[in-house]
């Protein structure tokens, strides 16, 4: 299965090591690698060795590589000159236009590849027409990685879309990171800049701590539903300094603060973004650090789950997952835009 990656950052270098680390470069020959600067090209896909050249390359450093490397190039012109099964897009998420990626996506469903990504961007911003774009083409258009994306939620509540009526969930690990510093005894500065030393928040923190992160995260689960949900519609609460006193306030309650995500269900749908204190006892209050956990309601039952948040490699594995999928159940290609309408 060849396979285009578009977005070369932390997700796709990871997603580069973990096929080469389990061994799979014949079984997905990368053929192209873009990033902000150019593109990497290999007609035949890249060999182990090349794939390690690769990830020594610096970020933007892609096309620098001799002979495979192609400065200014973008996903069409790629496309052009190589055969592909698949689009991996990887690109930072734009909440407003959807930005490059879904220009990508868009692209990759027009001429009949099949799109993996972790960008939630373009499914916010105009996730129905891309996944009936996706049904009229026949193709899969699949997005585990951009909610959880180390753990299987996407797949467990597409399984429970006639019986959900709501989720709870603790679903951005850089704002639970910081409350549970917060608990520990730091200072939301104290917190905030470690969080930053790590890498732990969004290259934007505005989107983390604005709850603009969470609420996507409930758009992308909406559409998983088959239900419509607006950004501008989910009330959003904010972290910033004041979590310290709240912290406080709910250890002198015996509880703890939580940065909530809510996906009501059964009249309509609608979505809330909340810092909400739970009781010691609640799954949510175990959730700690870069962790993320859910809580689903059905009219039945209650089901938790719980994983690492986020980081590149957590990510990666559920772009990997989504992939193996996609192989397993059959692919049509290669395609080039020379051989379709």
Do not use: Q
């Not at 470069?25 to 390690?52: Q, W």
């Amino acid at each position: 299965m060849r396979i285009v990656i578009a977005g070369f950052g932390s997700v796709g270098r990871s997603l580069v090591s973990h096929i080469v680390e389990r061994g799979l470069y014949e079984k997905f020959r990368i053929v192209a690698v873009l990033d902000s600067k150019g593109a990497a090209l290999n007609f035949e896909g890249f060999r182990k060795g090349e794939l390690r050249e690769l990830l020594s390359t610096p970020r933007g450093g892609a096309s620098t590589l001799e002979k495979a490397g192609r400065p200014g190039y973008t996903l069409i012109d790629v496309l052009a000159e190589v055969p592909a099964d698949v689009l991996v897009e990887l690109t930072p998420s734009d909440y407003e236009t959807g930005g490059a990626g879904l220009s990508h996506i868009r692209t990759a469903l027009h001429y009949g590849l099949h799109v993996v990504t972790a960008n939630k961007g373009p499914l916010v911003v105009a996730g129905k027409s891309l996944l009936e774009e996706a049904e009229t083409r026949r193709v899969k258009l699949k997005f585990r990685a951009t909610v959880m994306g180390g753990t299987p939620l996407i797949p467990l509540i597409s399984s429970l879309r006639h019986s959900l009526v709501e989720l709870e969930g603790v679903l951005n690990a850089s704002t639970n990171y910081l409350i549970t510093r917060v608990e520990e005894g730091a200072t939301f500065d104290e917190a905030f800049k470690e969080a930053l030393r790590l890498g732990v928040l969004e290259a934007d923190p505005t989107l983390d701590l604005r709850g603009i992160d969470p609420a996507a995260k409930l758009c992308i689960l909406a559409l998983v539903l088959g239900r419509e949900l607006r950004l501008s519609e989910i009330e959003r609460d904010e972290v910033g300094e004041g979590i310290e006193e709240a912290v406080a306030t709910a250890s002198s309650r015996r509880v703890k603060l939580r940065y909530v995500a809510i996906l009501h269900l059964e009249d309509g749908v609608w979505g809330e973004v909340r810092l909400k204190e739970v009781k010691a006892g609640d799954l949510l209050a175990s959730v700690k650090g870069l962790e993320n956990g859910v809580k689903l309601r059905t009219r039945e039952n209650e089901v938790f789950m719980k994983g690492l948040g986020g980081g590149g490699r957590a990510t990666a594995e559920g772009v990997l997952e989504d992939l193996m999928d996609i192989y397993e159940e059959g692919f049509r290609g290669p395609n080039t835009l020379a051989t379709r309408e």
